[in-house]
DNA sequence: CTGTTAGCGCATTCAT
DNA sequence: ATGAATGCGCTAACAG
């Protein structure tokens, strides 16, 4: 068995909470330096290790939090959920990483395995079924902070994007090199970032004066094949859009870049295309990417700095919302479109 | 505060161990329905929730497990770690991730956090400074699985790959090709992947009769800038090799990449390349790359399969050394090598 | 400066 | 079929 706090005080010849008082160092209470050595002396020796689920019990604190994120091979989530965890190991928290896949229902059972585990707190990129069970966790006193989706009227601690912007940006980006048929790309629709850049788009369309074409909306998930069969559906249509913005982020990309390429269509001479890409890989891609990618680290760090913010303060903190803004980097996947009749 | 199994048992007026025997189901002790319902009622009402804190402080059992691996922003130790995950959420274990940027310090840390958290047990990717750590692990008879990497000498279940053969492969395509200088970009030298697939180079040399070239082994680490770095090292050289074996996996391919579209050559007219590549990128690269690749959702499932047959027996069940074969996968960075004298 | 006591929430043994 | 009692390992309030 290992040693515990009673093995050592018994070793030494003394009360356990004295050892415990020793291990933890502060509180305002002296102890001769004698035991206090004698102490270290056989924690060494007995390679005690304190328990922490011990701990936690008795402190109802687990120096845990829970991060959920819909699925860590985005590599969108994965840089972020990376920071966080760095951020929480200098802090001595561990992160628990929970993957949803985009379903509500592990959402809730991951939600409350990680209130059963009593985390300090939780950093969630919520499935957006509905929000219930969010009200729920506000109610509990849970300190929260959600990132990159949030939903109407519902004031909580958030990290987003500004996504209609980077939208807009993008689309004008195209708008100035000729392009008029433009489509879009969308993930899955009812989550709170696709909406925004879905407005985006089409606050860019009116914008920019050009017709809005129901055709030319496509997509409803983030996986690859979802990027690739909404784009097989795009390249069906009797009029080819010229552009494409992609919202559903890499994996869509991918799908999208293999639909086109199986059609024997270029990027960008026969097509253009911007995504929302987050991997190194864009540079090195067949035709590098023009891209909306996100400054993930920065995400991370807002979002772990309101969390632990608000788990370290007596009294709740003020509710923010943090906007981080996009990057967009022009590369090779985005041209004057051509000149057909 | 939350209602805990007191106040369901005060709300039904009920001893606790009776709420808690209802909870857990099993135990060859029958309840009268009535109160059987009734409490289920109750947990409804209060919204109760068990602690597993202290259920776990109790049973000495903690449905946890570790995983430390270098960094799960690595594709290959992503997609294995998300599997683990997988399973152990269907097998109702929570699995907490750490990363050890390959520094044995970390590794070190991380392995008491995950001892002091009472994990049932750990599945390692070891930074491979020293081993003396993972022999007290084993003394201290906490379930134990390596992954990748394991140690000469050191019975403990494992899963790792044939590196030596797969470079074989590799080298052995080359040949077939018309490659007589072939360069090696390593990884970190004294990792146990990265010493096998040396060895299977150096055993490809031999087997195919080229001579062994000090210069044409180079690399140092596993990110982005070591293989950028090496590669231009390689592209110094006087005489050029026609191919490079990457075995740093994909930052470092990338890297090398980089290097050599920076030094206005191509793959693979100019260079051929064949590297150890994980992610879903390789076909859609600016020249789609020959990989090899693992099989990483079966190898996150030996590991996990291995580590809970350890948990759950009660003897220890006999040790054991899994090995699963790469995929090798042709595409267009490789070609024969230009004619010139 | 250190010992005593109590209890976090639960599972478990022994009663009844 | 259920209640009572005990303690997992630790921290914290109170003594002295």
Known sequence: MAPTLKDVAAHVGVHPSTVSRVLRGKENVKISEKTHDKILKAVKELNYIPDFT??????????????????????????????????????KYTVIVCNTDEDHDKELLFLNQL???GV??????????????????IE?????VLIDRVFENLKVN?????????????????????????????????????????????KAL????????????????????????ATLKLLKLPKLPTAIVSSGGDLVTLGAIKAIMENGLS??????LIAFFDSLYSPYLATPLTTISHFRKRIGEEAFNLLLKQIESKRKSPIKTICVDTKFEIRNSTAKPKNKK
Do not use: C, W
């Open 54 to 91: 011990a701990r936690a019990l008795r402190m109802k604190k687990s120096f845990t939090i829970g991060l959920i994120v819909p699925d860590i091979l985005n590599p969108y989530f994965a840089r972020i959920a990376r920071r966080i965890e760095q951020l929480g190991f200098n802090k």
């Open 115 to 117: 209130i059963s585990r």
């Open 120 to 137: 300090d707190g939780i950093i969630l990129a919520p499935v957006q079924d509905s929000k219930d069970h969010i009200v729920d966790l």
């Open 140 to 144: 509990k006193k849970i300190p929260l």
């Open 158 to 202: 958030a990290v987003i994007t500004n996504n209609a912007d980077s939208v807009m940006k993008a689309v004008s980006h195209l708008v100035k090199l000729g392009h008029k048929r433009i489509a879009f790309l969308r993930g899955q629709k009812h989550i709170y970032t696709i909406k925004n850049r879905l407005d985006g788009y089409y």
């Open 206 to 229: 009116k914008k920019f004066n050009l017709q809005k074409n129901k055709n030319y909306v496509v997509g409803e998930g983030f996986e690859f094949e979802d990027g690739y069969e």
């Open 267 to 272: 990027i960008p001479e026969d097509i253009s």
